[in-house]
Nanobody, 124 residues
Framework: QVQLVESGGGLVQAGDSLRLSCTTS????????MGWFRQIPGEEREFVAAITRNGARIYYADSVKGRFTISRDNAKNTVYLQMNGLKPEDTAVYYC?????????????????WGQGTQVTVSS
């Protein structure tokens, strides 16, 4: 049983920072692609960022480029999302996802495993 567990969400003010973590357990694979998505109730899940196994390729949504940074520590089976300069429109449930790739994808269907999500709320 593969599990992805996110942590680090919370309530912050506009301009603040948060770091989300996602740790994988169970049948551990070195997933080629690890990604972050976010979702607001009533809307579709939205791609945020993704990273390849060795970190050589990283891709961000335009809405977070320059503010968010994705990274991974394969030895710890953990992927991170550093979020700086948070805005109220960043408020959402953030999900970690793992996929076999081999290419980075912004599509939900390209990812095989998902975490339960962590709430990020940014007040103005």
């Amino acid at each position: 049983q593969v599990q992805l567990v996110e942590s680090g969400g919370g309530l912050v003010q506009a301009g603040d920072s948060l770091r989300l973590s996602c740790t994988t357990s169970g049948r551990t694979f070195s997933y080629p692609i690890m990604g972050w998505f976010r979702q607001i109730p009533g809307e579709e899940r939205e791609f945020v960022a993704a990273i390849t196994r060795n970190g050589a390729r990283i891709y961000y949504a335009d809405s977070v480029k320059g503010r968010f940074t994705i990274s991974r520590d394969n030895a710890k089976n953990t992927v991170y999302l550093q979020m700086n300069g948070l805005k109220p429109e960043d408020t959402a449930v953030y999900y970690c996802a793992a996929g076999y790739g081999p290419q980075i994808s912004t599509e939900v269907a390209s990812y095989d495993y998902w975490g339960q999500g962590t709430q990020v709320t940014v007040s103005s």
